[in-house]
C-alpha cells in the first residue's frame, strides 16, 4: 500500500458546489498515491479537472461572455410581448378594436402594389389612397383568414367594415363601388399581389404596438441576428474536448434499454468523471474508522443498524425552523442524500454560538447561512420547474405563439433573408 493522500473537504462557506463535491467525491474514502491539488496553498477545490467544471468554464467562456448570447433576455421579452399581444386579440379583442395597422406601414420599401392599383387594376388616385391609408383589424384574423369569397367581401359594405378602417366615410363609399365592379379574378390578383409586398419585418414590428404604441414590437432582423450567432457559438461549444467528454460519459447511460438500466458501479463511475473529476480504479479505497462512513452501504441499502434505531424516520425537532426540518426530513428519507447527510453530520452537529453580538460575529453567521440559502433556492427552482416545464413544452409544441413563427418563417420573403444571413 502507497502512501495516502486524500482529497480535502471542503467547509459550506466555501460555496454550494465545492462542499457537495467534497462530500460526495470522499463517500468511498478515495486515497491517491500523489500530492492532490487542495492540497497546495490557498487551494480549496480538488475537482477543477471534473467534466462538469471543464464544461462549465467552456460554457462561461463561449456563451455567457458573448454579448449576442446575452441578448437571449431581450429576444425573450420580444416573444412575451407578442405572446401578449396574442392573447388579448383572442380573448379581449375589444381592447383593440378601432386601431388595427396602416397598410402603408407593413408595406416593402420598393412595393409595386401602387402602381400595380394605379396602372393595371385600374383604379382612380383616390381610391388607391385610401386603400394604402386604410387600417386592417388584426383581431379579425387571429384564428386565421376568413372562410369568406372575396367579391363577397367586396361588395358588402358592412364585411368590408368589418375587416379594414377607412379613413373617411367617402372613402368607404369610393373603394366599395370601385372594387365590387371587378371581377373575382382581379380581386384575387390584387390580393396576391398585396400579400407579396407585405414586409414581414415590418409587420411583426408593428403588431405589439395595435396594443401598445411605446412598445418596441418584434425585430426579426434581431432575432435572426441573435440566434444565428447562438448558434455558431453552441457549434463551438459542440466541438470542445468538455463537451464531448461529456457525451462520452453521458451516452452509454441514455441509451441504456428500459429492461435493463446501468449498474450502480456505471452509474457511480459515470457521476465520478462528471463531479469529481477521477474515473473508477484511479484511487485506493482505504477502510475508514469513520463510524459514518462505514455504515454508509448499510444505508443504502436500507439495512437497519440495532445500535442506530429507526433509520429513514426523522423526529421534528422543534427547536429548528420549519425550512430546516423540511431540509432534514428529506436527507433522512432517501439513501442517497442519507449518505452524503451522514458524512457531512460530524461537521454540522453542535451550535455556533451567537455572542457576542457584534458585526463580526454576525459576517461569519451570514457567511455560513449562505449555502443553505443557496439549498433553499435550489429546491424552489426544482419545484418551480415542476409546475413550469410542462407549460413551456407546451408553449414551443403548439401554442398559437410558435405556430405564427413557424408560419412567419415558411414564407419566401423572411426565409430567404434567414438563408442570406446563415
Known amino acids: 500500500q502507497h502512501e495516502c493522500h486524500f482529497p480535502n473537504k471542503a467547509m459550506p462557506s466555501t460555496g454550494i458546489l465545492p462542499w457537495i463535491q467534497g462530500i460526495f467525491c470522499n463517500a468511498n474514502n478515495p486515497c491517491f498515491q500523489y500530492t492532490t491539488r487542495g492540497e497546495g496553498p490557498g487551494l ?13 468554464l467552456d460554457a462561461q467562456e463561449l456563451l455567457l461572455s458573448d454579448p ?8 425573450w421579452r420580444e416573444l412575451f410581448t407578442m405572446s401578449t399581444f396574442m392573447d388579448t386579440l383572442r380573448t379581449s379583442p375589444e381592447q383593440v378594436s378601432g386601431r388595427g395597422l396602416k397598410v402603408e406601414d407593413i408595406l416593402k420599401d420598393d412595393e409595386t402594389l401602387t402602381s400595380f392599383l394605379l396602372r393595371d387594376v385600374p383604379l382612380s388616385e383616390f381610391v388607391v389612397n385610401e386603400l394604402v391609408n386604410a387600417k386592417i ?8 383568414v376568413p372562410d369568406l369569397h372575396l367579391k363577397d367581401i367586396a361588395c358588402s359594405q358592412t364585411l368590408l367594415e368589418q375587416f379594414i378602417i377607412f379613413p373617411s366615410r367617402r372613402g368607404l363609399y369610393r373603394v ?8 373575382p379574378q382581379r380581386l384575387q390578383t390584387i390580393e396576391d399581389r398585396l400579400y407579396a409586398n407585405v414586409d414581414f419585418f415590418k409587420l411583426f414590428r408593428q403588431l405589439p404596438r395595435v396594443l401598445d404604441n411605446h412598445s418596441s414590437g418584434v425585430d426579426l432582423h434581431f432575432w435572426a441576428r441573435v440566434l444565428s450567432a447562438t448558434y455558431e457559438k453552441l457549434r463551438e461549444l459542440s466541438e470542445r474536448n468538455s463537451s464531448k467528454a461529456l457525451l462520452e460519459v453521458m451516452s452509454p447511460l441514455l441509451q441504456s434499454q428500459v429492461g435493463s438500466p446501468p449498474s ?24 475508514s474508522f469513520n463510524w459514518y462512513e462505514d455504515n454508509n452501504y448499510k444505508a443504502f441499502m436500507g439495512i437497519n443498524d ?18 430546516c426540518n423540511d431540509l432534514m426530513k428529506e436527507l433522512e428519507s432517501n439513501p442517497i442524500t442519507r449518505i452524503m447527510w451522514s458524512s457531512v453530520k460530524p461537521m454540522m452537529m453542535g451550535k455556533i454560538l451567537y455572542a457576542p453580538d457584534s458585526p ?15 439549498l433553499e433556492r ?6 418551480a420547474w415542476e409546475e413550469v416545464g410542462p407549460q413551456v413544452w407546451a408553449f414551443f409544441q403548439d401554442s398559437v405563439q410558435m405556430n405564427m413563427i413557424r408560419d412567419t418563417i415558411r414564407n419566401p420573403t423572411v426565409r430567404d433573408y434567414i438563408d442570406r444571413s446563415l
Do not use: W
Open 378 to 383: 435550489l429546491r424552489t427552482m426544482g419545484r
Open 264 to 287: 450502480f458501479r456505471q452509474l457511480m463511475g459515470a457521476v465520478s468523471s462528471l463531479v469529481c473529476g477521477y474515473m473508477e480504479g484511479g484511487f485506493s479505497r482505504v477502510a
Open 44 to 56: 480549496v477545490s480538488n475537482y477543477n479537472d471534473s467534466i462538469l467544471a471543464r464544461f462549465y
Open 137 to 144: 383589424r388584426p383581431e379579425q384574423f387571429v384564428f386565421g
Open 360 to 374: 463580526a460575529v454576525r459576517k461569519i453567521i451570514r457567511n455560513a447561512n449562505t449555502t443553505f440559502e443557496e
Open 176 to 183: 366599395h363601388s370601385s372594387i365590387c365592379a371587378l371581377t
Open 68 to 75: 449576442e448570447f446575452l441578448q437571449l433576455g431581450r429576444l
Open 306 to 323: 440495532s445500535t442506530r434505531g429507526g433509520q429513514g424516520q426523522y423526529t421534528y425537532d422543534h427547536t429548528a425552523t420549519p425550512f
